[in-house]
């Protein structure tokens, strides 16, 4: 098959279907994979079957990676040009009102799940030429997020792996980077009670995230770190400028601590 090809994970919804419909629209072969069987089966009926292949995957589950990826790249003809690591969960309030459980799971599929795409993905990246890894992070991964602890420390540990796993891949022909969106219209961030959406509003689509993306899957430079959005990259410039202690009071006022 000549036309490029992506493998998403957490594509029935949000941020992963918009993905989906900006690179079907762009003429590649599209690999929809979620937890969510009848939404994938209604997501390819809306791109067309000829255009995509869809697969349950609970990315948590390392031992159901590569069987997805083998029918994927069967079906895509033998290539994996970008594999996004698009699958995430968040809960929000305060960390011990959580239920460790709670936190446990989203260090499963935030951390746990990026680390099993990258790591069982990497054969199939490997023999494909000047193919990407792509890693949801957050602009929570800029300053500790108060209310989102445990998201916004495995945003952390994304953007970590993103920048080692760039240096590391590199030489084989492998690019590696990462998304950072602040908050997204979606039914993920419609579940968090904030103040810090609150006082900041939520101002980025599923459909900006998408096209940041599309952005980075075609880039022909070298970038690790694509931000989204005016907000997020005035953070990412104010964590650069000021000191630590102005950056620590704002945030705190953001969040209301």
């Given at each position: 098959m000549t036309r490029k090809s992506i493998f998403i994970t957490g594509a029935a919804q949000g941020i992963g279907k918009a993905t989906a419909e900006r690179f079907a629209r762009e003429g590649w072969f599209v690999g929809l994979h979620d937890i969510d069987g009848d939404a994938l089966a209604a997501l390819r009926d809306q791109l067309g079957a000829e255009g995509c292949t869809i697969g349950v995957l609970d990315v948590r589950d390392a031992t159901a990676w590569t069987p997805a990826l083998e029918a994927f790249w069967k079906a895509?003809?033998?290539?994996?040009?970008?594999?996004?690591?698009?699958?995430?969960?968040?809960?929000?309030?305060?960390?011990?009102?959580?239920?460790?459980?709670?936190?446990?799971?989203?260090?499963?599929?935030?951390?746990?799940?990026?680390?099993?795409?990258?790591?069982?993905?990497?054969?199939?990246?490997?023999?494909?030429?000047?193919?990407?890894?792509?890693?949801?992070?957050?602009?929570?991964?800029?300053?500790?997020?108060?209310?989102?602890?445990s998201y916004s420390s495995t945003k952390f540990a994304v953007r970590g792996l993103t920048e080692a796993l760039d240096l590391e891949w590199r030489p084989q022909g492998i690019r590696v980077c990462d998304v950072w969106p602040l908050f997204v219209k979606t039914k993920m961030v419609d579940g968090l009670s904030l103040p810090s959406i609150r006082s900041m509003g939520v101002r980025l689509t599923a459909d900006d995230v998408a096209n940041t993306i599309w952005k980075a899957a075609n880039h022909r430079g070298h970038r690790v770190h694509w931000l989204v959005g005016a907000q997020t990259h005035a953070m990412y410039r104010a964590i650069c400028l000021f000191p630590d202690r102005i950056n620590r009071a704002v945030t705190a006022k953001l969040s209301g601590h």
């Open positions: 895509a003809g033998g290539r994996l040009d970008v594999l996004l690591n698009n699958a995430g969960i968040a809960t929000s309030g305060a960390f011990t009102e959580i239920p460790l459980s709670t936190h446990h799971a989203i260090v499963d599929v935030n951390l746990k799940g990026v680390i099993n795409g990258a790591h069982l993905g990497h054969p199939f990246l490997q023999r494909t030429p000047e193919s990407r890894l792509i890693n949801l992070a957050s602009a929570s991964a800029i300053y500790g997020a108060a209310g989102l602890a």
